[in-house]
């Protein structure tokens, strides 16, 4: 894989494949008729909001285990510096603190400017606020929500860069370090939508946001895309 297939199959195609998806979500009002599906299937309330599978478990304690993965990363980079036998994963361990930590920011400060409510906010769905498109002008009336890009996901999806990992050290684990992520951010995002926490289109910026994130990362802390591979062992 030349340089030039690489900025087209991790840049172009999934830009715009994600394009295509967020354009069909938003002019379809798809988000609407999946949300009906889970709303209805909960017996027209969102009866699993507060259930102690999705909450506790998947929401709450997958939060902490995220936290605490991204604590221990930190340590153990920290101590890269002075402990030779850490030294070599280095750079690799840096990598996915900074793509990580970037994707988490950008989340963020779009959940605080963007303005979006959640759907259990919404009187179609049981709450008592008007629906507003993600890209429309709220009314002053309605209050702004934090709902947008979905926040939970993000700590499955921000782990993106261990694909970009496996790809320059052990790039045949890549398939499988790439499935794992989605997984995560995938069993994360449908837990909140489970709860009316969040619609399709949220976790899907989410998962550009930290897919673009890790890729920008990547170009940055490496430089050039695709050297010889060296492994880390």
Partial sequence: MNSRRFYFTHLWIPLAVFIALAATLELSHLDLTLG????????????????????????????NLMVLMLVILLGTWSLSFTVAK??????????LLLSAGVAATLVSVGKHTTGVNCPWDLALFGGSLDYTPIFSRRPDTIPAGQCF??????????????????????????????????????????????????FVSHDLWTLAICWF?????????????????????
């Fill in 36 to 63: 009906q599906i889970f709303y209805h299937a909960e017996g027209d309330s969102w009866a699993l909001k507060n259930h102690w599978l999705l909450e506790q478990v998947l929401h709450r304690g997958g939060r």
């Fill in 149 to 198: 890009p979905a926040g939970h996901a993000s700590a499955g999806y921000a782990w993106m860069g261990l694909y970009f990992i496996a790809l320059r050290y052990a790039p045949s684990k890549r398939g499988w370090a790439l499935g794992l992520v989605l997984l995560l951010g995938l069993l994360f995002g449908v837990t909140q939508q489970l709860r009316g926490a969040h």
């Fill in 86 to 95: 850490l030294k070599p994963y280095q750079q690799a361990m840096g990598y």
């Fill in 213 to 233: 994130s890790a890729l920008a990362c990547y170009c940055v802390i490496y430089r050039r895309p695709l050297p010889r591979a060296t492994p880390l062992t």
